[in-house]
Each structure stands twice: as C-alpha cells, then as structure tokens.
C-alpha cells in the first residue's frame, strides 16, 4: 500500500471510532471543527464576493480568534485540567461570533446564526443542563443586543424584532438537551447492561474453566455429540479412547471404520448398536459393554449416555460416558477360572471319600461307627452338591430334568425338614399348600431351592419371628411364596441379592454364616425349569422371596 492510500486509510479508521473513545483533546477539538471550518468558508465568500470586508478590524479579529480558539483545542491539556472546563470555548465562540457579526454583518447577514454551534456544543455535553438551556439564549441574544447597546439603539421594536434568533436558539438547545439527556440515560443503561453481561461472561468463563479441568482430569473418557451426531466436547481420557479405537491405516476414520468389538473381544459391533450411535438415535442407556481396539492394547469399557433436551423439550445432543473396566472383567474372569479349578479339584478327593464310605457301610460296621459314617457320607455329598453347583454356575447354566412331581409333598417336606433349625431359632414355620400339586419338574432341584429360601429365612430372621411358605396354583404356573419378618434389605441390596457371593451389609455387619452362593443357584434353577424369582424387602419389616415355574 501506498504511503497516502495508508495514511487515507489511517484517517478514515480515526474517524469510525466511536467518539467516546477518543482522548479529551481530539474530542474538543472534533467539537469545534464544525464552527471552525464554517469560519473558513465565511472568509472565503468574503473575500470572494465582498473583498473590502477582509479590511475590516472586527471581522480580521473573529478570524484570527476562530484560529486561536482551534489552536487552544489543542494546546491547552484538558486531561489536566478539571474535566468540565473545555466549555470555556463555546463561550469563547460566542465572544467571537459577536465580534465577526459586528464586522461582516454589512456584507453577509446571519452571521449571527453560528451561535448554533456552541448552543449545540453546550447542550450536547451534558454538563449543568440548565445553565447551558440559559446560556443558549443569553449568547446570541448577547451576540445581538449588546452592540444595539452600545450604539445607543435600544428603543423596544429595534430589541424585539432581534428576539426571533435567541428563541430559535434556545429552542435547539432544549431539543439537543432533551436528545443529549435521553441518550446519556440509555448510556446509562446501556453500560449497566454492558458490566452485567461482562460478569456473567467472567463468571461463564470461570465455569468453563473449572468444567474442563474437571473434565480433564477424571479417568472417564466423556464425549458430547449435538442431535447430528457433531462432536462438541471431547476430554483428555477420552481422546486416548478414540486413539486407542482408531485402526493403523486409516488417520481420521468414522464410525464405522473404529475397532469396536462385542464381548467375544473379536466380533465388530454393528453400527447402529455402536455407543455413540445409539446416544445420537436419542437412546439412554447405562453400563454397556464394549471392547475397543485390537491385539494387547484392547480395553473393556462401559459406556453409558444421557440425552440433552433444548428449552422445547426437544432433542439437543447426548452425553456419552466411557469407563475402563478392563482390570475388573480380567479380575472377574481369574476368580471364575479360579473357581472352576478348586472345583474340579475337590470333586475327585469327595468322590473317592463317597465311595470308601459307601463300601464301609455295605460292610454292616457296628453302631458305633454306623453313625460317624452316615454323617461323614452326608456331608460329603451335601459338599459335593456344592461344588457341582459352583460349576454349574461357573458354567452359567443348571442341568433340570423334570417329571411329574407332587410340589406340595415337597414343600411341606422341607418345612419338616427345616422345623428344628427353626425352633432353635425361636422361629414360627408354617407351610401353607393345598393337598397336592402336581407338576413337571426336577424334584431334587426345586426342593433345593426351596431349601436355600427357607433356610434364608430362618437364618435372617435371628431375633424370631415368623416364616411361611405358601403355594398356589397361579394360571399355568406354580406360584411359592417364602415370606419372613426378620431384619429385610435395602433397595440397593435387593438389586444385587441374586449377584453369585454378595451378601448385604446387615449380614456382613452380623457375621451370619454363608458364601453367597444359595440365592444365585436357586435362581439358576427356577431359571433353568423356565420360571422366574422375584423379591420384595423392606429393612426391619421382613423379605418375601416368590419363584414361579410353569406347571
């Protein structure tokens, strides 16, 4: 750019400023401008059309004054000064206009109109509005009655007829006030807004700052997505997440394209069932398993993801949480394989104790030793039923072979069975059947269930109390139900009462005796005939345990 191109440019920026953010000297001296430059378009019409006025003393000195009231603009430093005292000039300005009037009048008339310009400068400052209101009339009626004064005519018609100027004056001047006054009042406003909208922007930023060193330092990985599926938030975690995700040969790949496996660790999950997906179809989910990556670095991680709403309840985008749970799903899988392994390692030495035992008893051994072998063989194969069950758990499934069975018989047998435990225990037991109730299922195992509930039953209800067991044709399935009013559970308990070796914190807190194990076999085997186990519980108001099992 060219030095006057750049200095054109330089001075048309100058003056796009707002003209509040120039320094106090180029303010005053931007007020004055206009007078100043009319000043010089008079002088060139004098000396134009009536050079012999350019002769005349007075209007030499209105333009010599007009120059050196612009040269005080200047000169003078206002930001040292007390800050209302640059209106010392529009009174300056009308001093000289009365002068220039007084010089030029017989060669232009009207030159006492550029008392316009200080009126307006006064009332659109701001300061002493009344004093300005009364100064725009009193100058340029001083501009023209005071030389009527001193030539002596001061007769009434040569005052009244001068009065028309002053008025008009005084009326912009109240115009300017009242427009200068609204202004500086929405200014006002204007401002206010301005210092509250910069707090909450200072208080927004101090929020977002605080968010994303949250953000980036918990160990989730969260990602938000707008409704079209845009990412709009992405933390340090989940960063390495999606790095973790992305295949070697492809830099920026899609959704489609990103190493994300079902929990076999090998099979691509679908993309419409990819986490990110489904939280942009607006679905909410929680602890949704998948495998990212490939090779040694993959990782197990749950995600879970909530839907953001707009003001109108629409949907707006969704916040995806990605958990790392590789460390729990090895330790989860070394304590099944380490169950699996003691399992099958005691299953030999109990079989071999079964069956040395069993030859012991064919050998019609004497009363005192009939009765240590009997207790050692049921213990031995009540052991041995553990271990099957902790395989078949294990295993996740529960053999049942089902044939016509009286349940009744079996309910009122393992109330029987349970009566001395519970008399020990201070607990009523009562068994509620109809006569007989047949159905098609694997004896051996419902008795077990009904076992493990019944002894629960007692067990958690340590202070006494009662227990029924009641059973009832319910449509096409059996219904039993094993209520209690011992100690009860919690929500939170009876989410995970059926989790294989959980046990609740009131029985923790009682050292009751148990693995955990009795509720989880129980609901593989009502499982296993095709039914369902359900719990109701309140703490210290007893537990009711139902199972239904197709007839």
Same mark, same amino acid.
């Given at each position: 750019?060219?030095?006057?191109?750049?200095?054109?440019?330089?001075?048309?920026?100058?003056?796009?400023?707002?003209?509040?953010?120039?320094?106090?000297?180029?303010?005053?001296?931007?007020?004055?401008?206009?007078?100043?430059?009319?000043?010089?378009?008079?002088?060139?019409?004098?000396?134009?059309?009536?050079?012999?006025?350019?002769?005349?003393?007075?209007?030499?000195?209105?333009?010599?004054?007009?120059?050196?009231?612009?040269?005080?603009?200047?000169?003078?430093?206002?930001?040292?000064?007390?800050?209302?005292?640059?209106?010392?000039?529009?009174?300056?300005?009308?001093?000289?206009?009365?002068?220039?009037?007084?010089?030029?009048?017989?060669?232009?008339?009207?030159?006492?109109?550029?008392?316009?310009?200080?009126?307006?400068?006064?009332?659109?400052?701001?300061?002493?509005?009344?004093?300005?209101?009364?100064?725009?009339?009193?100058?340029?009626?001083?501009?023209?009655?005071?030389?009527?004064? %001193? *030539? &002596?005519?001061?007769?009434?018609?040569? #005052?009244?007829? +001068?009065? /028309?100027?002053? $008025?008009?004056?005084?009326?912009?001047?109240?115009?300017?006030?009242?427009?200068?006054?609204?202004?500086?009042?929405?200014?006002?406003?204007?401002?206010?807004?301005?210092?509250?909208?910069?707090?909450? %922007? *200072? &208080?927004?930023?101090?929020?977002?700052? #605080?968010?994303? +060193?949250? /953000?980036?330092? $918990?160990?989730?990985?969260?990602?938000?997505?707008?409704?079209?599926?845009?990412?709009?938030?992405?933390?340090?975690?989940?960063?390495?997440?999606?790095?973790?995700?992305?295949?070697?040969?492809?830099?920026?790949?899609?959704?489609?394209?990103?190493?994300?496996?079902?929990?076999?660790?090998?099979?691509? $999950?679908?993309?419409?069932?990819?986490?990110?997906?489904?939280?942009?179809?607006?679905?909410?989910?929680?602890?949704?398993?998948?495998?990212?990556?490939?090779?040694?670095?993959?990782?197990?991680?749950?995600?879970?993801?909530?839907?953001?709403?707009?003001?109108?309840?629409?949907?707006?985008?969704?916040?995806?949480?990605?958990?790392?749970?590789?460390?729990?799903?090895?330790?989860?899988?070394?304590?099944?394989?380490?169950?699996?392994?003691?399992?099958?390692?005691?299953?030999?030495?109990?079989?071999?104790?079964?069956?040395?035992?069993?030859?012991?008893?064919?050998?019609?051994?004497?009363?005192?030793?009939?009765?240590?072998?009997?207790?050692?063989?049921?213990?031995?194969?009540?052991?041995?039923?553990?271990?099957?069950?902790?395989?078949?758990?294990?295993?996740?499934?529960?053999?049942?072979?089902?044939?016509?069975?009286?349940?009744?018989?079996?309910?009122?047998?393992?109330?029987?069975?349970?009566?001395?435990?519970?008399?020990?225990?201070?607990?009523?037991?009562?068994?509620?059947?109809?006569?007989?109730?047949?159905?098609?299922?694997?004896?051996?195992?419902?008795?077990?269930?009904?076992?493990?509930?019944?002894?629960?039953?007692?067990?958690?209800?340590?202070?006494?109390?009662?227990?029924?067991?009641?059973?009832?044709?319910?449509?096409?399935?059996?219904?039993?139900?094993?209520?209690?009013?011992?100690?009860?559970?919690?929500?939170?308990?009876?989410?995970?009462?059926?989790?294989?070796?959980?046990?609740?914190?009131?029985?923790?807190?009682?050292?009751?005796?148990?693995?955990?194990?009795?509720?989880?076999?129980?609901?593989?085997?009502?499982?296993?005939?095709?039914?369902?186990?359900?719990?109701?519980?309140?703490?210290?108001?007893?537990?009711?345990?139902?199972?239904?099992?197709?007839?």
């Amino acid at each position: 750019m060219s030095e006057p191109a750049a200095w054109t440019t330089g001075r048309l920026k100058f003056f796009r400023r707002p003209f509040h953010e120039y320094r106090l000297t180029d303010r005053v001296a931007l007020s004055q401008t206009p007078l100043f430059v009319t000043t010089i378009l008079t002088a060139f019409l004098m000396w134009a059309f009536f050079p012999g006025t350019m002769d005349n003393p007075l209007f030499v000195a209105f333009l010599v004054s007009q120059l050196g009231i612009m040269a005080l603009c200047y000169v003078v430093p206002w930001d040292r000064l007390p800050y209302t005292s640059f209106l010392v000039i529009p009174l300056l300005d009308f001093v000289s206009i009365a002068v220039g009037k007084e010089g030029g009048q017989e060669s232009l008339t009207g030159l006492s109109l550029l008392a316009v310009f200080p009126v307006i400068w006064l009332c659109a400052s701001g300061y002493y509005p009344k004093a300005s209101l009364w100064l725009s009339f009193l100058g340029p009626l001083a501009i023209i009655w005071v030389p009527l004064i %001193l *030539r &002596g005519d001061i007769s009434g018609p040569s #005052l009244a007829k +001068s009065l /028309l100027v002053p $008025v008009m004056m005084l009326g912009i001047g109240v115009s300017v006030s009242v427009l200068t006054l609204s202004m500086m009042r929405q200014q006002r406003i204007l401002e206010e807004k301005d210092d509250q909208l910069q707090a909450s %922007l *200072r &208080g927004t930023r101090r929020q977002e700052a #605080l968010l994303n +060193s949250v /953000l980036e330092t $918990v160990h989730l990985g969260v990602l938000a997505v707008d409704a079209d599926g845009h990412d709009i938030l992405m933390n340090r975690k989940q960063r390495a997440n999606h790095e973790l995700a992305t295949p070697t040969d492809i830099e920026d790949p899609n959704e489609s394209q990103l190493l994300v496996f079902a929990a076999d660790r090998t099979t691509p $999950v679908p993309v419409e069932d990819r986490p990110v997906r489904r939280a942009v179809l607006g679905e909410t989910f929680t602890d949704y398993l998948v495998w990212l990556g490939a090779g040694k670095k993959q990782r197990a991680i749950t995600t879970s993801a909530r839907a953001m709403k707009d003001p109108d309840g629409k949907f707006a985008g969704s916040v995806i949480v990605f958990s790392d749970v590789t460390d729990l799903v090895d330790a989860l899988a070394a304590k099944d394989d380490f169950v699996s392994s003691v399992s099958h390692e005691f299953r030999t030495p109990l079989t071999s104790i079964l069956g040395y035992v069993e030859l012991l008893l064919e050998d019609d051994p004497g009363d005192d030793q009939l009765e240590p072998l009997s207790i050692i063989k049921r213990n031995s194969e009540r052991l041995l039923t553990l271990v099957s069950d902790l395989l078949a758990s294990r295993n996740g499934q529960l053999i049942v072979t089902p044939h016509s069975v009286d349940v009744a018989e079996l309910v009122r047998a393992s109330v029987s069975a349970a009566m001395p435990k519970a008399d020990a225990s201070h607990v009523a037991l009562i068994a509620e059947t109809p006569a007989n109730l047949e159905a098609h299922v694997d004896g051996p195992r419902i008795s077990q269930v009904l076992d493990n509930l019944v002894s629960n039953a007692i067990k958690y209800s340590p202070d006494g109390g009662n227990v029924v067991v009641s059973l009832e044709h319910d449509g096409g399935n059996l219904a039993c139900r094993v209520s209690d009013t011992g100690m009860g559970m919690n929500a939170d308990d009876q989410a995970q009462v059926f989790a294989k070796f959980f046990r609740t914190s009131n029985v923790r807190r009682t050292a009751i005796p148990g693995v955990g194990l009795g509720l989880p076999i129980s609901k593989a085997i009502v499982e296993a005939h095709g039914g369902t186990i359900q719990v109701e519980s309140k703490p210290g108001q007893g537990t009711t345990f139902t199972f239904r099992v197709p007839v």
